[in-house]
């Protein structure tokens, strides 16, 4: 008996001491209420390094806590090769990931929280720690498999500079809202939010008056250089339409680029400044056409859905008024003004402005269901064009919950509408942007009484950023390939099976497939040729077989073909592929192509199939872009 009581005291201490081990010498610990089983909700932590100053062998703590409780712990270390699985209990509860120093875990110079479950990003955080914690923004954990990813950088260095961008367009210089009065109530919020560079459109007027007021009481080392954009003698005195001001030095400012019918410095323009620490940044100010007002299509057919109504509209004919002239604005800015302004310059941009357009990522289908959405899927051009040319939607990188974060500028003052409005942007380029937080401003401020209800028709968009010096950073990652979206692109075959057609290839969906006509056999060679939906600078082609290893089909012998035309078509490419089910690439350089084709010349069975397609090409080169016309 006494020693059973022994035994049962002396058990647990082991435990705890071999707990405590492993806490020290394992290199991924996980702490939940049970171990993780397949269908359960569960957490995955990992930890990425980099840096020229990481500590040796470093341990990192992460918490997955709601309403004060942790509901997952992990502890990982530089060993750590994959993630900590664990389960919680937290579903539907509003919670944070911390990242702290306990226990002897360490924090890097820079800490970024990424949580996402499978591609859609739930919260994002960039942390410079000055304390003992690091905390991320507030997200709603969803059941099913969650992702916490958090990289810490070591650096001795210098970090960067704090910049706050803001862009608002002022309406009628300001004075549509309420004349003079209203002007200087305007340059009262500008002082309140603080910019460090303030982008204005429809400054009409109000630029010499918005800079005296922001430089009022300023020491002579914080107060802003102002530029004036449209600078042409055509829109002078009346409609100098952009501004730019800069509390750091303006060392240039670029020469107008006219494109003519379709637009001058009335619609695009910038500078270039230097940050305190030698960093250059490239500004850009921009209004992009408004006619084929694309909200108010979406608001009526919103409103229609809502109260059972016919559609006046279809998917198409709302995206489509992106054609009407803002598709041609963003092709120039994009392949014309930014190359030829820049000719190589690599320093980071700050593009922001009235885009007149609204949010492809916010009109995807993750939010087809978000209030004011109605179930509608747009894939709008403008702001597609933007992202695949590399910008950062910066609000939205921010707040990535759309339905959550609406982050409506249209219209604070006639009123938000049934469907929500965000047409006005501030957009990052480049590796050295860090994007802290972003917010609208659509409230009037409490010493300016509510005998109006704002200032302007349109909200402002205000971001923190830090933006790093390019000689201080770590080395890159690998550049990830940029992939021309299946969702533009369609599919046509030589020979298909019923149930297995082209576009089958370019579904997403790895459990379906294109496969040439099996019964009667169609003889070899067979190929399916994609449209790209736009005229790309394509780089490889990825092939994946068949998943559902049957033996049939594999294409064992291959050629390329390019076109622009869809006419006449040029090899690019050739070659032979093991017969096995891993996924196959092909490297090549096809510029100006719109039209790509695989054409099997082998395959086991004397037949072809294609689970996916996918077509890398390089970014920034995109010359031409159509609107998926589904609906």
Same mark, same amino acid.
């Given at each position: ?6 035994? +049962? ?29 397949p ?5 995955? +932590? ?66 970024? +929280? ?34 916490v ?25 300001g004075?549509?809202?309420?004349g ?109 056409? #408004? ?7 979406v ?59 609204l ?7 993750? +939010? ?45 003052? #006639? ?17 050295e942007?860090?994007i802290?937080?972003? #917010? ?13 209800l ?74 399916i ?33 390019a076109s ?18 891993y ?9 100006g192509t ?13 037949v ?24």
């Amino acid at each position: 008996m006494c020693k059973n009581r022994m035994n +049962f005291i002396i058990m647990p201490i082991l435990a705890f001491i071999l707990m405590i081990s492993m806490l020290a010498t394992d290199s991924a610990i996980g702490l939940a209420a049970a171990g993780a089983a397949p269908g359960k909700d569960t957490v995955n +932590f990992s930890v990425e390094l980099n840096g020229d100053s990481v500590p040796r062998n470093p341990r990192f703590k992460l918490e997955l806590v709601c309403n004060g409780r942790t509901e997952a712990l992990a502890v990982l270390n530089s060993q750590s090769k994959a993630p900590v699985n664990l389960p919680h209990h937290a579903a539907g509860q509003l919670c944070t990931v911390q990242a702290s120093t306990d226990g002897g875990a360490v924090l890097g110079n820079e800490v970024v +929280f990424t949580i996402r479950q499978d591609e859609d990003v739930l919260a994002r955080r960039v942390v410079y720690p000055d304390g003992q914690q690091a905390v991320s923004t507030d997200f709603h954990v969803p059941h099913g498999e969650l992702t916490v990813e958090v990289s810490h950088e070591f650096t001795e260095g210098p970090l960067g500079t704090p910049v706050r961008a803001m862009v608002w367009n002022l309406w009628g210089g300001g004075r549509s809202a309420g004349g003079e009065e209203n002007v200087q109530q305007i340059i009262d919020v500008m002082r309140h939010e603080n910019p460090d560079i303030l982008f204005t459109v429809e400054t009409y007027r109000s630029g010499e008056k918005i800079l005296a007021g922001l430089n009022e009481g300023l020491p002579e080392d914080q107060q802003y250089t102002a530029v004036q954009v449209t600078n042409e003698p055509v829109h002078q005195p009346d409609n100098d339409n952009l501004w730019i001001f800069s509390r750091f030095p303006v060392v240039k400012q670029y020469p107008v680029m006219k494109h003519p019918g379709l637009m001058n410095s009335f619609h695009f323009g910038g500078i270039k400044v230097q940050l305190p620490d030698g960093q250059e940044v490239n500004v850009f100010n921009t209004w992009i056409y #408004h006619e084929g007002w694309a909200w108010d299509y979406v608001n009526r057919t919103v409103g229609e859905i809502t109260y059972g109504l016919p559609r006046t509209y279809t998917n198409a004919e709302i995206v489509a008024t992106d054609l009407v002239r803002r598709i041609e604005h963003i092709r120039k800015i994009l392949t014309v003004n930014l190359p030829t302004l820049l000719q190589g310059d690599t320093s980071p941009i700050l593009l922001a402005g009235d885009f007149n357009t609204l949010s492809s990522t916010d009109w995807s289908e993750r +939010f087809a269901d978000a209030p004011g959405h109605a179930g509608l899927v747009l894939q709008w051009p403008v702001t597609s064009l933007m992202e695949e040319a590399g910008f950062i939607d910066s609000y939205r990188w921010a707040n990535p919950d759309a339905a959550r974060y609406p982050g409506s500028t249209w219209s604070p003052y #006639h009123g938000y509408g049934m469907a929500p409005g965000r047409i006005d942007y501030i957009w990052a380029y480049g590796q050295e942007m860090r994007i802290l937080g972003s #917010h609208t401003r659509d409230q009037r401020l409490p010493e300016h009484g509510t005998d109006r209800l704002f200032y302007s028709d349109h909200a402002a968009v205000i971001t923190d950023l830090i933006i790093r010096n390019s000689n201080t950073l770590p080395d890159p990652p690998e550049p990830q390939p940029s992939y021309v979206p299946h969702s533009q692109m369609t599919a046509y075959s030589t020979s298909e099976h019923v149930g297995y057609e082209a576009s089958k290839a370019i579904d997403g969906n790895l459990k379906t497939m294109w496969h040439s006509e099996w019964a009667p056999k169609d003889p070899l060679p067979q190929s399916i040729t994609l449209d790209l939906g736009g005229v790309y600078d394509v780089t490889g082609l990825d092939y994946q077989t068949r998943a559902d290893f049957k033996p049939d089909g594999i294409i064992t012998g291959y050629r390329v073909l390019a076109s622009a035309d869809g006419a006449q078509f040029a090899e690019v490419a050739s070659g032979v592929w093991d017969r096995d089910y891993y996924l196959k690439k092909i490297e090549f350089f096809a510029p100006g192509t719109r039209y790509l084709r695989l054409e099997a010349t082998e395959g086991s069975g004397g037949v072809a199939s294609a689970a996916e397609i996918r077509v890398r090409y390089e970014p920034g080169k995109v010359q031409e872009s159509v609107v998926n016309a589904g609906e």
